[in-house]
C-alpha cells in the first residue's frame, strides 16, 4: 500500500534525491529557499514504510485564492513503475484540492536524448513510454517545443561529463584560447562572497549588452549563503599594469628586430613585424586608457556555480565585453569546470542552449565537449475546470514576457 506525508524533512528528501539516477539542483530542499516568493510544500511517497518518491513543490500564488504548483526537475522516482506513477499523479490531484491549485505543472529530469557534440544523437524510447503512461493519467505533455521561452526551464542543456573532459579532449582552437588568455596573464580565482563586489559588476555589464534584466548583488549572496560550502564564484582577472610591462618588453623586442632588418630581409617578415608593433602599440594605448582612469586589476569574466548531490551548475555567467580581445570567458568556463571536478562533481552543467542547437549559447558551449541532453519537457495536469481558460492566459504572459 501507498501513501504520502506532507512536510518531510530537508535531509530525508534530499538523501533520496542523491541517491537517484535524477539527481538535479532544483529538487534541492534549499532551491525552495532561493525561490522565497513561492511557497513550498516537500512531499514523500511511501510503500509501506520505504520512501520510494518526493517532489518539492513550488506554490504559486494566483488571483482570488488560486494557485499554480510546479515542481522542478520532479517529481524524483521510477518512471517506469506505472503503479507508483498513478499513485503520486492521484495524490498531487488531492495535494492541489488542499491549495486550490487550478493545474499542476512538472518538467521530470528525463531525458528524450543525448549526444556528444559531432555525434549522432541517442534517442531514449523508454521516456517516450513514460510520457505515453502520463498522459494516460489525464496529464497534457507540452511537447518537443522549438523556442527556449517556451518552457520554464531549458530544455536542452550542454552538460560537461567528468569521463569526457580534458584539456587534450578540447579542440584545437579552445585550447589555443586557454593558452592565449594565460600568456596575456589572465589570473582565475575562486572564491565566494569575498569576490561578490566583482562578480555583481560584471553581471550588471552582461545586462547592459544584452539588453536584459537579470538579479542583483543581493541575490547571488544569497545562493551563495544557502548553499555555503556548495557554492562558488570563479573570477578571472587582469593586472593592466602587469599587462603593459610585459607588453613594453615585446614592444622593445620588435624595434630590436626592426633594426637588424636589411634591403635582402623578405617583405613578408618585414610585414609581419610592422603588424605585431601597431598590434602592440594599439593594445598598450587601450591599456593607458584604462590605468589613467584610476583602474589597475580588472575583473574579465565570472561564473557563479552550485553543487549538489555530486552535480555542479553554472547559474550565472558574465563578462566585460571591453576586454573581449584576451578571451576570457573561455578560460573561465574551462576552469570553472575543472574546478568542479576536483570538488567530487561528476558532472558540471553549463545550462541550457537554444534548442534548434545553433545559436550563441549553443556555440559557445559546444567549445567544451559537453553532452547535448534534451529533456521531456513540460507536463500540465489540470486540477480544475479553470484550467483550459488559466493556460491560455499563462501562455500569452509567457509569450509577452519573452519578447
Not at 201 to 217: D, W, Y
Amino acid at each position: 500500500m501507498y501513501h504520502y506525508q506532507l512536510g518531510i524533512s530537508a535531509s530525508e528528501h534530499d538523501d533520496f534525491v542523491i541517491q537517484s539516477d535524477q539527481t538535479n539542483l532544483l529538487q534541492s530542499s534549499s532551491w525552495a529557499k532561493i525561490k522565497d516568493n513561492w511557497g513550498n510544500e516537500r512531499v514523500g511517497f511511501y510503500q509501506e514504510d520505504q520512501l520510494v518518491a518526493v517532489a518539492s513543490i513550488l506554490i504559486q500564488p494566483l488571483p482570488l485564492g488560486f494557485s499554480m504548483l510546479y515542481i522542478p526537475r520532479g517529481p524524483i522516482m521510477d518512471y517506469q513503475n506505472k503503479e507508483l506513477v498513478s499513485y503520486v499523479i492521484q495524490s498531487l490531484k488531492k495535494i492541489a484540492k488542499q491549495y486550490k491549485a487550478l493545474f499542476v505543472k512538472f518538467d521530470p529530469s528525463l531525458f528524450l536524448s543525448k549526444h556528444l557534440i559531432g555525434q549522432e544523437k541517442t534517442e531514449a524510447p523508454a521516456v517516450q513510454a513514460v510520457i505515453d503512461t502520463l498522459t494516460t493519467e489525464g496529464i497534457e505533455w507540452t511537447g518537443r517545443t522549438s523556442d527556449m521561452a517556451e518552457n520554464i526551464q531549458p530544455r536542452f542543456q550542454a552538460n560537461i561529463h567528468k569521463e569526457f573532459f580534458t584539456e587534450q579532449d578540447l579542440s584545437k582552437s579552445t585550447r589555443q584560447a586557454i593558452r592565449t588568455a594565460r600568456n596575456k596573464g589572465i589570473q582565475v580565482q575562486f572564491g565566494g562572497t569575498e569576490l561578490l563586489e566583482d562578480f555583481a559588476s560584471l553581471m550588471k555589464k552582461t545586462e547592459a549588452r544584452k539588453s536584459i534584466h537579470l538579479r542583483g548583488k543581493d541575490y547571488y549572496e544569497k545562493l551563495l549563503t544557502t548553499y555555503q560550502g556548495q557554492s562558488y564564484i570563479t573570477l578571472s582577472t587582469l593586472d593592466l599594469e602587469k599587462r603593459k610591462t610585459s607588453l613594453t618588453k615585446d614592444l622593445e623586442k620588435n624595434k630590436a628586430e626592426a633594426e637588424k632588418f636589411t634591403e635582402k630581409t623578405k617583405p613578408g617578415k618585414v610585414e609581419n613585424n610592422q603588424k605585431e608593433k601597431e598590434r602592440i602599440e594599439e593594445e598598450l594605448q587601450f591599456l593607458e586608457q584604462h590605468l589613467q582612469a584610476g583602474r589597475q586589476i580588472v575583473p574579465l569574466s565570472g561564473t557563479l556555480t552550485l553543487e549538489f548531490g555530486g552535480t555542479s551548475e553554472n547559474v550565472y555567467a558574465g563578462m566585460d565585453e571591453e576586454f573581449r580581445r584576451y578571451q576570457p570567458a573561455i578560460l573561465t568556463w574551462y576552469e570553472t569546470a575543472q574546478h568542479a571536478f576536483d570538488r567530487g562533481a561528476s558532472w558540471q552543467n553549463m545550462g541550457g542552449i537554444e534548442n534548434s542547437l545553433d545559436g550563441g549559447l549553443y556555440h559557445f558551449k559546444s567549445k567544451f565537449n559537453p553532452v547535448i541532453e534534451e529533456f521531456v519537457g513540460e507536463f500540465n495536469l489540470p486540477t480544475s475546470p479553470l484550467y483550459p481558460l488559466v493556460n491560455k492566459v499563462y501562455k500569452i504572459r509567457k509569450k509577452l514576457r519573452s519578447k
